[in-house]
């Protein structure tokens, strides 16, 4: 009669056992098949961007500043590329100074380099510091279709045919530089982030998922537990299968 | 005794340490570096003649051109050059490695006459901006597959600047004979 209440306890407690784990189990037995194969299933090439995993992993995503001149987003990528809205125009040494337009050229100012653009947004050609373009310039602006340079101690005239630059008799004060940048838009941002944003593969999260890290410490020691519960579930499964074998022999 | 020894060693440590990290850095110390600007390396050039300045356009064949010499996209819309009695000089940019290196080339009569590195920015393989090696661009043309016609002796570790050069002094001869073709 004892043996048969014992017999009935460890078939109940397996059950329970078996019910309360059984989707960590498949969960661990479908994470572990994919890790297992993952690079047949190139889940190492695959990255995630989401925000909400990006910061749930610490990442931060960089702000992305940039100058709205007529319709189009100038920017600095992040990666030491000049975009004109979506499209890489020119190596930029970051940050960007400042952007302009005068007679149907664009103008932006990187650390290191002015770049001459067309007005839909195709580079003309660049002009460098090996070009001559001071260290300290730190702003252009745009009046009575002349482009200024200003640095810190002079304003120069800068011809775009010539690639000339000749000291201006203009008060730099007098001048509307625009130097203050924005954050980029979002929708551009995303773009970005696809391209060249900080990502995660689905690997990692996987391998994170399936050991329980993806929750710290306590997604750990619940790992373990379930870890434990197998060995458990097996051994109780195991007195489940004698006990019967044994009825069947009675 | 002990004192001399050990102090002895300390010294020898000390000499060898810094010997070993000057020969580390050397290389790189003296690959990365603006060695002249454009408007110096042109003064050169010319002296004491005064160039004239010009601007080469891109057309559709031009931009094709270029992109299969160089074996990527070329980036804006002109290129400008200076030229005086059949001789032009050029300065263009190409990536070796990572890092664009500023290479300045001289045209003469359809032959280059002298390539010269302006600035390089890598950390490694600065040895292509060596006269010895440069010297054996000079009498250079353009094959019929907008090749050089002459072999060019690589460089043990500066394979890719290398072969920036290379491409960069065919870009420099095929943009000269586009000049040179177009009415003046």
């Known amino acids: 009669m004892k043996s048969s209440n014992s017999v009935k306890r460890n078939i109940i407690w397996h059950r329970r056992l078996g019910l309360s784990i059984f989707l960590l189990l498949i969960f661990l037995a479908i994470s572990g098949f994919a890790l297992n194969h993952s690079p047949a299933l190139k889940l190492n090439k695959i990255s995630l961007s989401n925000s909400w995993l990006l910061s749930w992993y610490g990442l931060e995503k960089p702000l992305i500043k940039g100058f709205k001149l007529d319709d189009k987003w100038l920017y600095e990528n992040g990666n030491n590329l000049l975009y004109v809205d979506r499209q890489a125009v020119a190596p930029c040494s970051p940050p960007l100074l400042s952007v302009a337009k005068s007679t149907n050229i664009l103008y932006a100012l990187c650390a290191d380099s002015l770049h001459l653009l067309t007005d839909n947004g195709q580079l003309l050609e660049s002009f460098s510091q090996l070009d001559e373009l001071p260290v300290n310039a730190r702003a252009i602006s745009a009046a009575d279709n002349s482009l200024y340079l200003i640095t810190d101690s002079a304003v120069l005239e800068f011809d775009p045919d010539s690639l000339a630059l000749q000291p201006a008799e203009i008060d730099s004060a007098s001048l509307n530089a625009l130097t203050a940048s924005l954050p980029v838009p979002e929708f551009l941002m995303q773009q970005l982030e696809e391209n060249t944003g900080p990502s995660i593969s689905l690997e990692t999260v996987i391998l994170d998922l399936h050991s329980g890290r993806f929750f710290g410490q306590f997604g750990v020691l619940i790992m373990d537990i379930v870890g434990l519960l197998i060995c458990i579930l097996s051994i109780t499964g195991l007195f489940a299968w004698i006990n019967r074998l044994r009825q069947i022999k009675q | ?184």
Request: aromatic share 10%; charged share 15%; net charge positive.
């Open chain 2, 1 to 184: 005794m002990f004192k001399n020894l050990f102090n002895n060693l300390f010294n020898k440590a000390i000499y060898t340490g810094l010997l070993t990290i000057t020969l580390l850095a050397s290389p790189q110390l003296s690959a990365r570096g603006v060695y002249q600007s454009g408007p110096d390396f042109i003064a050169e050039v010319f002296t004491p003649q005064q160039p004239e300045a010009g601007v080469l356009w891109f057309n559709d064949n031009i931009r094709e051109q270029a992109e299969k010499i160089l074996g990527h996209r070329v980036l804006g819309l002109r290129v400008r050059y200076h030229h005086s009695a059949g001789k032009s000089a050029w300065i263009l940019n190409e990536i070796g490695k990572e890092m664009p290196i500023t290479i300045g080339v001289v045209i003469d009569q359809g032959k280059i006459s002298s390539v010269k590195i302006l600035a390089y920015r890598e950390s490694r393989g600065g040895e292509v901006r060596y006269p010895a090696y440069m010297a054996q661009y000079q009498g250079a043309t353009l094959t019929d597959s907008y090749k050089l016609d002459k072999s060019i002796d690589g460089i043990t570790g500066a394979t890719l600047s290398v072969w920036a050069v290379n491409k960069v002094a065919a870009l420099a001869l095929y943009y000269h004979s586009q000049v040179a073709s177009q009415p003046q």
